[in-house]
Each structure stands twice: as structure tokens, then as C-alpha cells.
């Protein structure tokens, strides 16, 4: 009779436990969600990870985070290539898909493959760039809601306006958040990688 009450004291327990742990608060990620995830238009582009344009399925079966930059970018884009250096083996950790970093270039007249394999190549072999011409990039990019815009015509030292947001995408190639970059006077606009950090395990958990 005592190892019944014991069972049954231990088996209410548990109920409670898990009753409690389903009504806990849980987490929420500070990233723009899109619920449900949102999926791209059809795009043709080229990347330094393949010989032949890739298209759609090349985000498939892996997360991928997104951003807008070009190799001849004096700071936001050298940072945040750097800061996603060091915080990608914290999203491996929270991943069971492989982590990708796709820089898409907006400066399709400097930018070739050669330049652009060899840029992102000095970050590791998750980083991938990403080219096109402006009739197939403006498109794509403005697909993921973000935005660039080209120099006049005949400059030929020039700066590109572009989105410092981060994009993330699912392993359905489905855009899921968007990590703003922070605005602080003086500094840099870059995404906050502990906060992102932070989200990408709520959302990849």
C-alpha cells in the first residue's frame, strides 16, 4: 500500500511539473518574426560556393543568415563579417543544420567572384558571396526587404547605401526573422550579435 501512495504522490508530481513547465512564460525572440516564415521569389544568382548559378534551393537544408555588403565597405560590412565570425560557432551549437553566412554584394561593377571569393574566403568557409547584376539583384534583394543604392554613373570611387540588417533563413529557404541593426549616435549600425545569439536559439531550438 506505501509503494502505491509512493507511486502515486511521484506520478502527481510529475503532472504538476510538466503542467507547470507548459504554462511557464516561454522566451520570446526580440527578431521581427514572420509567422509563418515567408518564401522568396524565384532568383538566379552566382555564388562563390559554386560553379553554376544557383537559385532557391541552394538555402535549403541549411540556416542561412543573410546581410547586404561590399568589399569595398569601410566598416559595417568588415564588422559584421567579423562579429558573425565569432558568433557562428554559438549558432552551430544551437543548430542541428549547418549555419551559413551569405554576403550579397550591391556593388555588382567592383565586385567580380575572384575579389568576392577572396573576401569572404578570409572568413571561413560558411561565408558565402553572393552576385549578380542589378537587373537580377535589385529584385532579390528588395524580395528579402531590404534595399541598395547605386552610384551615378562614371564615378568610380564611391561609397553603396545599403540595409545593415541581418535576414535569417529556415532550412524550408523560408525567411523567418529579421535582426535589425542598431542606430547609437556616432557608432556604426550593426545587429547586436548577443541578442541575435540569443534569438537564433529560440528560434532554431
Known amino acids: 500500500m506505501q509503494k502505491i501512495l509512493y507511486l502515486v504522490a511521484a506520478l502527481l508530481a510529475a503532472i504538476i511539473g510538466f503542467t507547470a513547465y507548459q504554462m511557464w512564460p516561454k522566451p520570446e525572440p526580440e527578431a521581427?518574426?514572420?509567422e509563418p516564415p515567408r518564401a522568396l521569389k524565384a532568383f538566379e544568382l552566382q555564388s562563390t560556393d559554386s560553379q553554376q548559378a544557383i537559385s532557391n534551393n541552394a538555402l535549403k537544408g541549411q540556416w542561412t543568415i543573410l546581410f547586404t555588403g561590399y568589399t569595398f565597405c569601410p566598416d559595417i560590412c568588415p564588422t559584421t563579417m567579423s562579429d558573425l565570425k565569432q558568433a557562428l560557432p554559438v549558432l552551430q551549437d544551437e543548430a542541428d543544420k549547418p549555419v551559413k553566412v551569405w554576403m550579397i554584394?550591391?556593388?555588382?561593377?567592383r565586385d567580380n567572384m575572384e575579389r568576392l571569393k577572396q573576401y569572404t574566403g578570409y572568413f571561413g568557409k560558411q561565408f558565402v558571396g553572393i552576385r549578380a547584376d542589378h537587373p537580377e539583384?535589385?529584385?532579390f534583394v528588395r524580395d528579402l526587404g531590404l534595399m541598395y543604392s547605386l552610384p551615378d554613373e562614371g564615378e568610380e570611387n564611391y561609397l553603396v547605401n545599403h540595409s545593415a540588417a541581418i535576414i535569417l533563413v529556415n532550412p524550408?529557404?523560408?525567411?523567418i526573422a529579421i535582426f535589425n541593426a542598431e542606430h547609437e549616435?556616432?557608432?556604426i549600425p550593426v545587429v547586436d550579435m548577443q541578442q541575435l545569439q540569443k534569438d537564433f536559439a529560440i528560434i532554431a531550438g
Not at 105 to 109: C, E, L, N, T
Not at 172 to 175: A, L
Open 185 to 187: 549616435p556616432g557608432e
Open 105 to 109: 554584394s550591391v556593388d555588382p561593377k
Open 172 to 175: 524550408d529557404g523560408k525567411r
Open 137 to 139: 539583384l535589385f529584385p
Open 32 to 34: 521581427l518574426i514572420y
